[in-house]
C-alpha cells in the first residue's frame, strides 16, 4: 500500500464535544468527510482513527474502516501516526474530521504535490478579503515565502494591515495535512513546542523544529465545523447544492 487518507476523530472536542458525530440532515459528520475522502482516485484506504468506541461502530455501521487510539494522543498527527504505525504506507494525509464538505480533488492535489516536492509536509490554503474570517480565530491564517513555503500559522490577522489601503489577500489554511512517512514520523518523535501549545496548532512544532511546509492554493473554500452553530451553514450549503 502506498497511499492512505487517515481521518482522527476524537470524541471529545473542546469547543463543541461529539462534533464528530453531530447529525448533519440526519447524518453523522464523519460519514461526510469519509465519503468525500473516499472520492480521491489517488487513495488506497481511508481509516478513521478514534479513540471511541461509539464513532468506531458508527463508521462500521456505515461500512467503514476504523480504528482505536489512545485518548491522551496530544494532537491529532499523533493520533494519525498511532493508526498507521504498522501499515506500509509511505504517502500519508491526515484530513481533519470537521471537513464535511471535503472533495476527493482537494486530497489528490495534495498526493500529487507530495509525490514531487522536497518538503516535509503539504497544506492547502485559498484566499480571502472577507474581514469576517481574517478576524475569526478558528480561521487559522498563514504567511509564506515567494516559493509559497510556510513561514507562520497564526490565528490572529498576519500579516498584519499597517495602511488601510492594503489589498493583500489573506491566506486562509484548510485542515488536511499530507505526509512522507518519514516526516511524520519525525514530527511525532518531537515534543509540543511553545508556540504549538500557545496557538493550539499543531504544525507550529513542525516548523519550530525546522520541517518544511509546502502550501498549495486550491480552489475550495473550506467550512470545518468549530462549534455546533456551524452545522446550519452546512446544511443551508448542502441543502442548496442538492437543488
Known sequence: MRTI??????IGSTRFPGKVLAPILG????HYVYDGARESKIVEKVLVATDSSEVLEVV???GGEAILTPSELPSGTDRVYAAVRDLSAKYIVNLQG??????GTVLDTIFEVLFDTDADIVTPYYKTRDKREINDPNRIKIVSDKRDYALYFSRS?????????????????TGIYGFKRESLERFVSLPQSELEKTEKLEQLRAL???MKIKLVEVDFKSIPVDVPEDIKKIEKLLTKSSK
Request: proline share 13%; hydrophobic share 35%; net charge positive.
Open 5 to 10: 487518507i487517515v481521518i482522527p476523530a476524537r
Open 27 to 30: 447524518k453523522p459528520m464523519i
Open 60 to 62: 462500521k455501521g456505515f
Open 98 to 103: 470537521d471537513e464535511p464538505l471535503i472533495r
Open 157 to 173: 490577522p498576519i500579516p498584519f494591515e499597517r495602511d488601510a489601503n492594503s489589498t493583500i489577500r489573506y491566506k486562509i489554511h
Open 208 to 210: 519550530e523544529n525546522g
